[in-house]
């Protein structure tokens, strides 16, 4: 029906485009500038055992040093990039002074690209290696803002600091608000390291790689850097869902993002005029280690806790997030429908609630708190109403039909007039 | 005679219809030439990186990352993904890799054909992923899963694996293709919106909205009671002659041999 709205319209000029232009989702929105820029700060470990020489017979930190000028070199104008150090300066052997040796070399912000080189230049391997320390420092280095983080992890040692563990640091910064991914990679193939990094990059839904030439860690920190300008605008609203549906917050179309414990159900409302159709999808992220089967599920339930409709998935082993997602039509419920029809106001918003929950199940020893990151998307637009009978026909069936028919009604008209003439006649 | 007649009604209906009637075509998909080979994937559905059917991807990328790709699928399409993982490392043992498919709605998608969950044991050097998609409905009830014109995300990752191999490089090949385009007709109904996620930050109401009586006001088009254009027109119209002509005939058989 649409489509054919829409070509009339085309035949009768524009009499038509504003009413269709209503009730989609405004363009203007997705135009506006962007005020932050790509905001990403390396995180590089220059610990003693960065002496190793095991990377193609060179040692790792100098193959990092050339991977960052490399990385400064092609480093895109608008981004900021900030560079930070762990292990750096303490050469003695207290741990508790060791532990806070982190420093920011390179502040975040539009770069220079000959001070970043001859900071780099001068690190030489020295001490510990807090690496927890220096995520929340990078973290903080970062800023607090609407965009999305990205911090790029560099060590070839585990934490040598731990408490604060690294992973659950990542965790808590990942649960803070400000949309924050934390890519690894890892310099050493190590497992306690590898352990560690995977941790770090699933709790924040980052990358873990394992870089073993100079090259690849060059390529992979370019790509790494690339992939922050193109994707740092898409962080999500922080949203708090409630635990019914009387108290659930109110949402607009867009995309939330939010946490929610096992076994948890979170509340959220979104209203709902006749004529139009609410979408919504749920994403969980798997940030921990959980049992081998798990499933997501968000249904939309009226206002007095009847399910409207239902999307759910189910999935086993490894996974980066678990999805699921529903459609529904408010003109499709008749009680709302030809009540709202009635009053001549029209048009009162039904307010759908949509409930997530989980059947994900912690393995032993994994952190219950926080909650698991949620991604929920809403959108609201014109519903789509059932498709009316063809009033055309098609098909050889029907050119036979049609010729039989007008075969018989010749044969029959023939035949009366043969009949009429001949009464005429005899007359 | 008959069949003749049909012979030559169909050539015209090809010839004259064309236009009207959608042409399908079935092949394997192939890059387009001259498309732009996308170089880069997304690591979430929020980021995925936007292709188009017939431009080809290749990815440099790590074991155990999961990439992201999103194409746009109109109502009678048929999309074939096609993947090849190549291993420039060695690995430690078998490795089970999948290729998952999602509609606008996040919602898994089902393949028709396709290895879409190969396993390789540690010696093969590449592994290849494929999977077709079930034709794009135009419309769908809104309780339905059927798939939808909109856009749809690609993921690709690796499911089983022994986790020393994690992390290691790999070279990711990707190609979505068109395998039949079917069309649509606008008498099997039409989404007025298709699946494409809203990807901006949302915004917290405080209270529910008031309605802006003027985003109602559709305004009915005086000829709405008139079915799409289509191929219906086509064929009714051509049914419409054949009866014309066989109520000629009809009447004309019935007229009494003239005497001579």
């Given at each position: 029906m649409i489509n054919f709205r829409r070509s009339t319209a085309v035949l009768l000029g524009l009499l038509a485009t504003t009413a269709l232009a209503?009730?989609?989702?405004?363009?203007a929105d997705d135009e506006e500038p962007v005020a932050e820029p790509p905001r990403v700060e390396l995180v590089l470990d220059v610990s003693g055992s960065m002496r190793a020489a095991d990377i193609g017979g060179r040692s790792r930190i100098s193959v990092a040093q050339q991977a960052f000028n490399e990385v400064v070199d092609a480093l895109p104008a608008e981004t900021q990039l900030g560079i930070r150090v762990l292990g750096a300066t303490y050469r003695g052997k207290d741990k508790k002074v060791g532990c806070q040796d982190t420093q920011q070399i390179v502040p975040v912000g539009p770069v220079d690209r000959a001070r970043a080189k001859a900071a780099v230049a001068t690190l030489r391997p020295t001490g510990f290696t807090p690496v927890g320390l220096a995520l929340r420092s990078a973290a903080q280095d970062l800023g607090t803002g609407a965009t999305t983080r990205r911090i790029v992890l560099i060590t070839d040692g585990e934490d040598t600091c731990a408490p604060p563990d690294p992973c659950e640091v990542a965790r808590e910064l990942a649960a803070q608000g400000t949309s924050l991914v934390v890519d690894t990679l890892g310099l050493a193939p190590d497992e306690k390291v590898r352990r560690q990094l995977l941790c770090i990059a699933g709790a924040t839904g980052g990358t873990y790689t394992a870089a073993q030439s100079a090259e690849e860690l060059t390529d992979r920190i370019k790509q790494l850097v690339e992939r922050a300008g193109d994707t740092h605008t898409l962080a999500p609203t922080v949203v708090g869902g409630a635990n019914a549906c009387d108290s659930a917050p109110l949402l607009a179309p867009g995309v939330y993002a939010d946490r929610e414990a096992f076994s948890e159900h979170r509340y959220y409302r979104v209203p709902v005029r006749p004529g139009q159709e609410l979408r919504a999808s749920v994403s969980m992220a798997l940030d921990r280690p959980v049992n081998r089967d798990y499933g997501v599920l968000l249904r939309a339930t009226a206002a007095d806790g009847r399910e409207l409709v239902r999307g759910a998935d189910a999935g086993s082993g490894r996974a980066d997030v678990l999805s699921a997602g529903l459609r529904w039509s408010a003109s499709a419920d008749d009680e709302d429908a030809t009540e709202a029809e009635a009053?001549?106001?029209?048009?009162?918003p039904t307010t759908v609630c949509l409930v997530v929950s989980n059947s994900f199940a912690p393995r032993p020893?994994?952190?219950?708190?926080?909650?698991m990151p949620v991604e929920l998307t809403i959108d609201v637009v014109a519903a789509a109403p059932a498709p009316d009978g063809p009033d055309l026909g098609r098909g050889w069936v029907l050119l036979a039909l049609l010729t039989v028919a007008g075969l018989l009604t010749g044969l029959l008209a023939g035949l009366l007039t043969r009949w009429w003439v001949a009464t005429w006649r005899e007359n | 005679m008959r069949t003749a007649l049909f012979r030559s009604l169909a050539a015209l209906l090809a010839a004259g219809g064309s236009a009207l009637l959608p042409a399908a075509a079935v092949a394997a998909p192939t890059p387009s030439p001259g498309a732009t080979p996308v170089t880069r994937a997304g690591t979430s559905f929020l980021t995925a990186t936007p292709i188009t059917a017939g431009q080809p991807v290749r990815v440099d990328a790590s074991v155990g990352d999961h990439l992201y790709w999103s194409f746009a699928a109109t109502a009678g399409q048929v999309h074939e993904i096609s993947a090849t993982v190549s291993f420039p490392k060695a690995r430690s043992g078998a490795s089970t890799w999948t290729v998952d498919v999602f509609d606008g709605l996040r919602r898994r998608q089902a393949c028709t054909a396709g290895a879409q969950t190969p396993t390789v044991d540690a010696q093969a050097s590449s592994v290849m992923l494929g999977c077709t998609l079930r034709e794009v409905r135009p419309w769908a009830e809104p309780w339905s899963a059927d798939p939808l014109p909109g856009t749809y995300v690609v993921r690709l990752s690796v499911v089983d694996l022994p986790e020393p191999d994690l992390g290691a490089p790999i070279d990711v090949d990707l190609l979505v293709g068109t395998v039949a385009d079917h069309g649509a007709s606008g008498d099997d109904g039409e989404l007025a919106?298709?699946?494409?996620?809203?990807t901006k930050a949302g915004t917290v109401l405080n209270a529910v909205p008031p309605v802006d009586?003027?985003?109602?006001?559709?305004g009915d088009s005086p000829a709405d009671w008139l079915p799409d254009l289509g191929s219906r027109w086509v064929w009714t119209g051509i049914g419409g002659v054949l009866a014309a002509v066989a109520g000629v005939v009809g009447f004309a058989l019935t007229r009494r041999p003239r005497r001579r």
């Open positions: 209503g009730p989609l989702p405004a363009a009053t001549p106001t029209a048009a009162e020893g994994t952190a219950a708190t926080p909650g | 919106a298709p699946l494409q996620p809203n009586p003027e985003a109602d006001d559709e």
